[in-house]
């Protein structure tokens, strides 16, 4: 047989929604299967909560339940109560009832009225009477526990059904906050992927904007070759016929290109003649150091492409430092352009924008500081360049054998300095 525990946890198990009547009715017909005890629903309402302390039952409830033996005699009623032991004024009431009567008149008899507490004592205490037939109270007694079990365990049910939809509600709402915590991480995710591709994509064009401007610039050196190639082949048509061979047969008549290096001064003197003219200017210049060269096809080439040489220095290492600064100011450039983008990005957030533009200005601060030191430094190199003055080298902070090499790299690289024009003021 089914008990009241195992009735409740089916029905919290299935999370099933029924009634105190519904529930009454389920409990009768597995506690008290084939039973006619229609009489519940008034012991139900005698232990509703509501009727506590109430005085509700009429004493004629004493002779259906088997608690008193039916009589008219108010004295009879008022001795079995007092036989079950209540108390006047606590368990029940009295009150005189007028009545009209055949003969004329009137009859007064006294109405008991119980409590449901002093009724179920009533069922408790008393006992079957020995007429034949007789109803045992104690079987009601056992029906109106049974009523008030009911009602207890339905108590029970109710509040374990509660919280067991409680914990289902819970478990949705944290699967809930879970599930909105996955979303904001994958919105998160995806933000970070977009302001990701969204920095790609400008340092991507950002690069192709750098490539076009060193194709543009590759273009304009190309056609600055081109001119200077030009105007090379029109030197060469003009200065083809000024070049003479010397005559290599005759010592006495080859030319020379002699260096006459006076320590005291700094200076060196470009001497260009015979070897009897140029012997004359070594003896005039006993305290000089002396070096001789022999170029072909004339040494006067050879003296104005040094010349030439000392005279483009400058413009050799002023274009030095700006091949050594060009990628420095390449990527200050972009750096500024980042920061150009930032500020127009709608994505961001202000302290995102903010640390971008720092880590920028950052970088643009550190390749300023380079280019500044590397034109410093080149600087200085280029006002230490030797110096032309007529036929004379004035040093300033290059040393005798600096020339020399200088020399000697026009002499191996002849080609490059065969097509000098000599100009006669120099002479």
């Not at 009623?77 to 032991?85: A, M, N, S, V």
């Not at 991480?185 to 591709?197: D, F, G, H, P, V």
């Not at 004359?280 to 001789?292: A, G, L, P, R, S």
């Not at 450039?333 to 983008?341: C, L, M, N, P, T």
């Amino acid at each position: 047989m089914s008990s009241f525990i195992e009735i409740i946890d089916n029905y919290v198990k299935n999370y099933k929604k029924i009634t105190l009547n519904e529930f009454i009715e389920e409990s009768k017909n597995k506690l008290y299967p084939g039973n006619d005890i229609a009489f519940m629903e008034y012991f139900m309402e005698l232990a509703d909560e509501v009727n506590d302390y109430k005085f509700i039952v009429p004493h004629q409830k004493l002779f259906e339940f088997g608690i008193a033996v039916n009589t008219n005699t108010s004295n009879k009623i008022k001795e079995r109560l007092d036989t079950l032991g209540l108390i006047s004024g606590q368990h029940y009431s009295v009150a005189d009832i007028r009545r009209s009567v055949k003969q004329g008149g009137n009859s007064i008899r006294k109405q008991y009225t119980l409590t449901p507490e002093a009724f179920k004592l009533c069922l408790l205490r008393a006992k079957k009477s020995n007429k034949e037939n007789a109803v045992d109270p104690k079987i009601y007694a056992e029906y109106y526990m049974f009523i008030e079990k009911c009602i207890l365990y339905y108590n029970r049910y109710e509040k374990q059904l509660s919280e067991a939809f409680s914990k289902i509600k819970d478990e949705k709402i944290d699967n809930l906050l879970k599930s909105n915590d996955d979303l904001k991480n994958q919105i998160a995710e995806l933000m970070s992927y977009t302001r990701e591709t969204h920095n790609k994509l400008d340092e991507a064009k950002i690069e192709r904007e750098e490539l076009l401007e060193k194709a543009i610039e590759a273009k304009q050196e190309t056609s600055n070759l081109n001119t200077k190639l030009d105007k090379t082949n029109n030197i060469l048509k003009k200065v083809k016929h000024m070049v003479n061979v010397p005559n290599t047969k005759d010592d006495d008549v080859t030319q020379y290109y002699t260096l006459l290096y006076d320590k005291s001064i700094n200076q060196i003197k470009m001497v260009i003649g015979q070897k009897k003219y140029n012997s004359k200017k070594i003896n005039q210049n006993i305290n000089c150091t002396v070096e001789e060269f022999t170029y072909n096809p004339s040494p006067t080439s050879l003296k104005h492409a040094t010349r030439k040489m000392i005279k483009d220095l400058p413009e050799k290492y002023s274009n030095k430092l700006t091949e050594i600064n060009k990628i420095h100011n390449e990527k200050i450039r972009k750096y500024k352009r980042i920061i150009i983008k930032t500020n127009r990005d709608n994505i961001l957030s202000e302290n995102e924008k903010n640390d971008k533009i720092d880590i920028c200005n950052s970088k643009i601060e550190h390749y300023t500081n380079i280019v500044n030191d590397n034109k410093n430094k080149y600087d200085i190199i280029i006002n230490g360049l030797p110096l032309m003055n007529n036929s004379n080298i004035i040093l300033n902070e290059w040393s005798y054998d600096e020339i020399k090499k200088l020399i000697r790299d026009c002499i191996d690289n002849q080609n490059d300095y065969d097509d000098v024009v000599v100009n006669e003021e120099d002479e």
